[in-house]
């Protein structure tokens, strides 16, 4: 079976500044690896997404993430964030069997601050 | 693109009700997921159907059940509802093919049960 951990439920940040969300997985079979965005009562937007190839993978509004296979981890990075964003930001992974069961972690809270 | 539409966005029952949610997918996508995102939690995957038939399902128990129809639309349906059922819905499109599949998400049902 496969999990996710964000480490970080929350993280507060000042606009223009760095940011760095984090995700560590667990699965015993190779995956495929995700970053969703989730707006107040909006559903989950894909930021990026690692399927193969280079580790550093680019997204939409400036996002990256790095995968490390050896350290399980897939953490979201931005040089400098926007009051627009503040939201939900949710890690998931899923095998690569076809299948597209997702498992999500329990997403980090970003909040941007003027 | 249409995206993916859910209906309705917000609706209350109370506990022992049966609801039914549902989702028109993105256009062309033969391959539907529901997940439930409990207040505070990632989403769960609940099932998924691929050409209208059930092709996986989450720890969920038989009183959650779906339906995918041939013009991409489908139905989640919840029976004698609890109050743990109480959550935010989302619905999620695909088109199968080898490799990774993206999901895309509609907005979501929140169901309150009292």
């Known amino acids: 079976a496969q999990s996710v951990t964000q480490l970080d439920s929350q993280v507060p940040v000042f606009e223009e500044a760095p940011v760095e969300l984090r995700c560590n997985y667990s699965?015993?079979?190779?995956?495929?690896l995700f970053w969703y965005v989730q707006y107040p009562n909006q559903g989950l937007q894909l930021l990026l997404k690692?399927?193969?190839?280079?580790?550093l993978v680019k997204g939409i509004n400036g996002f990256e993430a790095e995968f490390n296979k050896s350290q399980t981890s897939f953490h979201l990075r931005k040089p400098s964030v926007h009051i627009s964003d503040t939201a939900e930001y949710f890690c998931?992974?899923?095998?690569?069997?076809?299948?597209?069961?997702?498992?999500f972690g329990k997403g980090t809270k970003l909040t941007v601050n003027p | 693109e249409t995206g993916v539409t859910q209906s309705p966005t917000h609706l209350i029952k109370t506990r022992g009700q049966q609801v039914t949610l549902r989702c028109s997918s993105q256009?062309?996508?033969?391959?539907v997921s529901w997940y439930q995102q409990a207040l505070g939690q990632g989403p769960q995957f609940i099932f998924q159907?691929?050409?209208?038939?059930?092709?996986g399902r989450g720890n969920f128990p038989p009183r959650f059940s779906g339906l995918q129809f041939p013009n991409y639309s489908s139905e989640l349906n919840v029976n004698a509802l609890e109050l743990d059922d109480s959550a935010l819905y989302l619905c999620?499109?695909?088109?199968?093919?080898?490799?990774?599949?993206?999901?895309?998400f509609g907005a979501g049902s929140r169901l309150t049960v009292l």
């Open positions: 690692y399927l193969s190839g280079s580790t």
């Open positions: 999620a499109s695909s088109f199968e093919a080898p490799g990774a599949n993206v999901l895309t």
């Open positions: 699965s015993s079979v190779s995956v495929y």
């Open positions: 256009s062309g996508h033969n391959t």
């Open positions: 998931a992974v899923s095998v690569r069997s076809g299948s597209e069961k997702l498992v």
């Open positions: 159907y691929y050409r209208e038939e059930e092709n």
